[in-house]
């Protein structure tokens, strides 16, 4: 069974104190792993899509990066608009192509 | 490109009575949707797969006659909501990829209130 594990579940930071989520996951065969942003009573909003070990994506002030068990999502100087929860998802080759299992958030709070 | 979207936003309704929930690919055709149901501060449940022109698929312990999910065109699925309870509660979220890829575009989420 595919596994999510984000941790920590909860994030405060100063404006322009950098710092990073990490989202462990257990998949029969890794098709892709995805970072979302979801704020409160909204839908996900798609950041990254990251497809094998080594890959690294960058958007503003959000950089993704993979391994074999885990991705991190680095979040350099950030502001109060990036408050949100983020949420990191799995793919696996095996089942419907594109069902997704999500781990479970970290909400991201960061002060001015 | 890659817009979802769902109506209604918000929906109130008394206990026994149906809702039905619109998702909409507005600018791609989509063959396969997503219905997610997520609780206050948990993630993202996926309840079933909506494909168009056949049966939904639905994930283990979701009843499927409760929730009918009709997906008859390629840009949009509807998910009913029958004798609803409040137990049913929730916000319901749909998702769609594009043909080729495999990232899922998700909507702004309804809001279900059964009193």
Known sequence: EDQVTQ??????????ESSSLNCSYTVSGLRGLFWYRQDPGKGPEF??????AGEEKEKERLKATLTKKESFLHITAPKPEDSATYLCAVQAFSGSARQLTFGSGTQLTVLP | GAVVSQ?????????????????????FQATTMFWYRQFPKKSLMLMATSNEGSKATYEQGVEKDKFLINHASLT?????VT???????SFYICSAGLAGGYEQYFGPGTRLTVT
């Open chain 1, 47 to 52: 950041l990254f899509t990251l497809y094998s």
């Open chain 2, 7 to 27: 109506h209604p936003s918000r929906v109130i309704c008394k206990s026994g009575t149906s809702v039905k929930i619109e998702c909409r690919s507005l600018d």
């Open chain 1, 7 to 16: 941790s920590p579940e909860a994030l405060r930071l100063q404006e322009g």
């Open chain 2, 76 to 80: 949009l699925s509807t998910l009913t």
């Open chain 2, 83 to 89: 004798s609803a309870h409040p137990e049913d509660s």
